[in-house]
């Protein structure tokens, strides 16, 4: 019985660091732009050694994809709600890439250049399903079509094109930067929508 105890309280213990790193990691990014932070950064944050750091998340891309995953109520608290139109999908969602720096740049990262841990992917894989399953309901409700993944995964992979293209494009303002890539995005959303109607089925 001691031993049980004793057991959970270093359970406890551990599950109570790995969140006061994660909360490290997350406050840094408020502060510093993600590519100018590193595990030595995150460990002096947290108040602890690198080396303790790194017992606890073997890489950097494995706590960048944790941070990810403890996010992801909050990604679907603000996406996934009923939608008018396709069009609102593709603003909704490349505004929400747009707010929150953090999750696009580490998003970016694992689709670049992350590494290539198996149990690593397979939690990113979870963030990315998230967007996919969004996309699958709205482009569902313009074509019943038993391959509407597939032009969910185009569709997706548009549309963060359209942010890693234009969320710094020149423009005068905040504003109008916004007004552009909301109208690359109806476009986008325009042209799928068409292409799912009047095109015949993927082979």
């Known amino acids: 019985m001691a031993k049980s105890v004793l057991k959970q309280l270093k359970e406890n213990e551990r599950e109570v660091r790995r969140k006061l790193i994660i909360n490290a990691a997350k406050s840094l990014f408020t502060r510093k732009s993600f590519h100018e932070i590193g595990m030595r950064d995150i460990a002096n944050e947290a108040g602890i050694s690198v080396a303790s750091l790194y ?8 706590l960048f994809v944790e941070i990810l995953t403890t996010d992801i109520t909050s990604v ?25 720096e953090d999750i696009f740049q580490m998003m970016s990262h694992f689709m670049i250049k992350g590494e290539k841990n198996p149990e690593t992917l397979r939690k990113f894989h979870v963030i990315q399903v998230l967007f996919l399953d969004i996309l699958d309901e709205a482009l569902s409700r313009a074509e019943e079509n038993q391959q509407i993944r597939y032009y969910s995964h185009a569709f997706f992979a548009s549309l ?3 942010v890693i293209t ?12 916004r007004e552009n890539l909301n109208h ?7 042209a799928f929508n068409e292409a799912l109607l009047s095109s015949p089925p993927l082979n």
């Open 55 to 62: 017992q606890y998340f073997p890489s950097q891309d494995d």
């Open 76 to 100: 679907k608290y603000r996406l996934w709600k009923e939608h008018r139109n396709l069009e609102d999908v593709a603003i909704d969602i490349v505004t929400f890439l747009v707010d929150h």
């Open 160 to 162: 963060f094109g359209n």
């Open 166 to 177: 234009f969320r710094n494009y020149p423009s005068e303002g905040e504003t109008a930067q």
């Open 184 to 190: 690359v995005a109806r476009i986008t959303a325009r």
